[in-house]
């Protein structure tokens, strides 16, 4: 590999139109090396100039860097403009658009930087300096119908990396095509040293993150406040705000773990800040543990994730994505006095929420993945899960999943159990004996070569199982609405497609079991069923 001209010059290029000093001078020291005969150096230049980082539907994410294919103020500027322009195309120049921010590794100046593009452009801005939750910012476009909404984050991705997520005048994340209007927006913006900015003071409209505490209050449905829960946040800035959410609600004996309580880009005690990665809960539990807790509860690093920890015989343990979701979705119907309500999860979630609506005469939807869909799965909506511990308790106020929320209603649902002599735990053995026992598993195949992916994928479709661990199954091709493959059989399911964010092809799989001869054995049948199941996946994928 070799430097050549078209690379330098494209590199000097976006040097000169760098809005940020700081930025010119990272990389102006990466090409020199590069032109110096540096290997590494080279290939870093390459990757960093390699092509703009992708506008999918929940905006970008990538590490915090000099050059086009990074988070950098440049792109944020050029980001902005684009969305700026979208938003003219579509009727709603000149209005309010929301602007938050989480406490990332270059949040703030981003955060100025759409502020003051926005501004440049004529729209009026609500700012939500902070650092505050992503929900708040959802909440705050339908609060103050607003046309848009921005919030700096890159959610629970590794601490090297910012993110832009982009909300519609609805509070939804956009789906396709405005991916594709506003990606072609970017790439037709001017130089970034060219775009107009106009530098405004950075405040937060405190009136709104009220008023989105005041919503959240209201949601509890049970009368006991009586339930001691241990938190973290996990470095990110869901601490405080989750503590006054909950406060107002009537919950009081909660405390953080203090380890991990301020937010800290950093995220100093855990390897990936995401309370699904093995070992990222540990001091959580250890917390809950030594306070002898009745809930513990993670949030991810913006707070839109919630994650739930349980004493189960003595050992706590966090519950399965898919766990919490049947849990809060079965105590939301059971309070509920609307008629017709509509709960939904994806295609790769447990397929117990829909046993458990249809015992209570509730609607059901099975949506694609990703809250962008299963906010729009129709009328009627007053819960949705998936099982990437996404919840969305309250989706007529916050029209995504929301960590903060989703805790309060956790809350609402231990505090109830407890005062009945009852725990989450027995609930999940109620539900089991009701609709049989259900578990789920995922199996992960990541690539080095993205076109292998593709390949695996065409393969499956030319010649699909016709058996999986011993039952019959039928095919299914969702192609073109999503490249995704299901396989169904008798007590059992299979769904596989390629992962949205990283190189890998994911196999989402189920087993059902019957609650016939109690439910201890029918756990271990389904444990049984599911790991002879695991096992031909992953023959079958060569993961």
Known sequence: MRLTSELRDRTF???????DPAARTELQQVLAQAMGGSPDALTELADRMSGPLTFGTAGLRGPVRAGVNGMNRSVVVRTTYGVASWLVHKGHGGGLVVVGRDARTGSAEFFRDVVAVLTAAGFQVCQLDGPLPTPITA???RHLGAVAGIQITASHNPPADNGYKLY????????????????AAIRDAPAAVSIPRTEIPTSTRQDVVDAYYARVATLP????RDVKVVLTPMHGVGGQPALEALQRAGFTDVS???AQADPDPAFPTVTFPNPEEPGAADLL???????????????DPDADRCALGVNDNGTWRMLRGDETG???GNHILSTLGTPDALVATTIVSSSLLGSIAAAYGARYAETLTGFKWLVRAGDGLVFAYEEALGNSV????????????AAVVACDLAATLKASGRTLLDVLDELAVTHGVHLTDQVSLRVTELPLIGRLMAQLRSAPPTTLAGVTVTSEDLLPQADVLRFTGEGLRVVVRPSGTEPKLKAYLEVVEPVSSGLDSARETARARLTELRTVITELLGA
Request: proline share 5%.
């Open 13 to 19: 290029r976006w040097i000169a139109d760098d809005v």
């Open 221 to 224: 449905r049970g009368t006991s």
């Open 394 to 405: 309250d989706p007529s106020y916050v029209r995504d999943k929301d960590g903060i929320s």
């Open 168 to 183: 519609d005048a609805d509070g939804t994340q956009i789906v396709p095509p405005d991916d594709r209007l506003i990606e």
């Open 139 to 141: 909440f705050a476009v």
């Open 285 to 299: 539990l250890a917390a809950a543990e030594q306070s002898s807790a009745d809930l513990a509860i993670a949030l």
């Open 256 to 258: 953080l773990v203090s």
């Open 326 to 328: 049947v849990l809060l």
